[in-house]
């Protein structure tokens, strides 16, 4: 079975190629690499394909499904757990086999909202050039102790409770918010409305899912509701946060820090070469600007065993599917 891999990075390839080698499949898979985003420019790449595999800025509107419909593409094998990039409505109507990976190292994610959070806090960004320069002055370097400061994990699914029992096992006091409250939580922190998390964190972390319901969830308004100085992180999906209220916010000293590893126009921008580039996205050139935001692309994912893990298990979703078997990573529309 001919299988699309669009958005294949090298790693992408090494991974599921040795995944391949492992898995025992009904049918051996045929592994087409594309370097390409999958949008209506490339669908056509999957020409006398079976299923696509695709990652988090690969676009599945409506037009794309409908041309890979009319290729015979019958499967959508998401690398990614998020699924906010497929028309699910419209896949339903034409039949498609959506599956994602719902769960890989949500330990990775949470390690990398860690990592962002002490490198803002503690500089240890700038100490490292510093250093290297032989320029050993702390001036510009202060930090603040995280024992005994209180952080807010939005959403407290499997990311946001490895999050949770990292900053408890730091000595914060740790809160918690979910429209869908996990019984996991209440062992390591306290369930609050929205609005009592923010005014009282002085780190917010966003660990719940883009839905219309949470786009710009973070807006000129919560920005209003935080603590002042306080710190904003998202590894979740851009789209949770109003960009520009967060500039605003930041140039008016309210919103203390900001670590980000997805950003609202990532797809533009994100898992591409542009240093050599003139980078046309003001807003994002904006955000480089301030001494106290933190931006990586999209890396919180990105460990070896996380990289097996997604492999294996999209390869799992693509048996299911030549099997015809039932798929308990299967997405539909709700
Ligand atoms: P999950 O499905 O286990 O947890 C999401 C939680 O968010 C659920 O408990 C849900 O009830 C909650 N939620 C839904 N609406 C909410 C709202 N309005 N307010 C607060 N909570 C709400 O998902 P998981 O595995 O923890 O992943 C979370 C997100 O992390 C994914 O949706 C994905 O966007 C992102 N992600 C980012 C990665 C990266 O590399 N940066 C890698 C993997 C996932």
């Not at 851009?238 to 309210?254: N, P």
Request: net charge negative; hydrophobic share 45%; charged share 20%.
């Amino acid at each position: 079975m001919k299988i699309a891999v669009f958005s294949a990075r090298p790693y992408d390839r090494r991974f599921l190629d040795e995944a391949h080698q492992c898995a025992d499949l009904a049918e051996p898979a045929e592994f087409l690499y594309f370097d390409a985003f999958l949008d209506v420019h490339t669908a056509a790449l999957a020409q006398d394909c079976a299923a696509v595999c695709v990652f988090v800025n690969d676009r599945l509107d409506a037009p794309v499904l409908h041309a890979l419909h009319a290729l015979g593409v019958r499967a959508i094998l998401l690398r990614c757990a998020g699924f906010n990039n497929v028309d699910l409505a419209t896949a339903g109507q034409r039949g498609f086999f959506v599956a994602r990976v719902p769960a890989y190292s949500p330990e990775a994610v949470a390690e990398h909202a860690l990592a962002l959070v002490m490198t803002l806090n503690r500089h240890t960004h700038r100490a490292y050039n510093r250093v290297r320069e032989g320029n050993f002055m702390l001036d510009g370097l202060l930090g603040r102790t995280l024992h005994g400061k209180t952080v807010g994990i939005v959403g407290t699914g499997k990311i946001g409770l490895a999050t949770a029992r990292i900053f408890k096992g730091m000595g914060c006091t740790v809160l918690g918010h979910d429209p869908y409250p996990s019984p996991d939580f209440p062992p390591i922190g306290t369930f609050v409305a929205l609005e009592e998390l923010l005014a009282r964190a002085d780190i917010v972390s966003l660990h719940c899912p883009l839905t219309p319901d949470t786009h710009h969830l973070i807006n000129a308004t919560s920005l209003a509701q935080m603590k002042p100085g306080a710190m904003l992180v998202n590894t979740s999906r851009g789209g949770l946060v109003d960009t520009q209220a967060v500039i605003g916010a930041l140039k008016a000293r309210q919103l203390g820090h900001l670590a980000i590893d997805v950003y609202e126009q990532e797809s533009a921008l994100f898992f591409q070469d542009w240093s050599g580039e003139i980078i046309d996205d003001d807003a994002f050139q904006r955000l480089m600007t301030f001494p106290n935001v933190l931006v990586t692309g999209h890396q919180g994912f990105f460990t070896a065993e996380a990289l097996q893990e997604i492999s294996a298990i999209t390869l799992g979703n693509l048996d299911d599917f030549a099997r015809g078997r039932a798929c308990a990573n299967r997405v539909v529309a709700a």
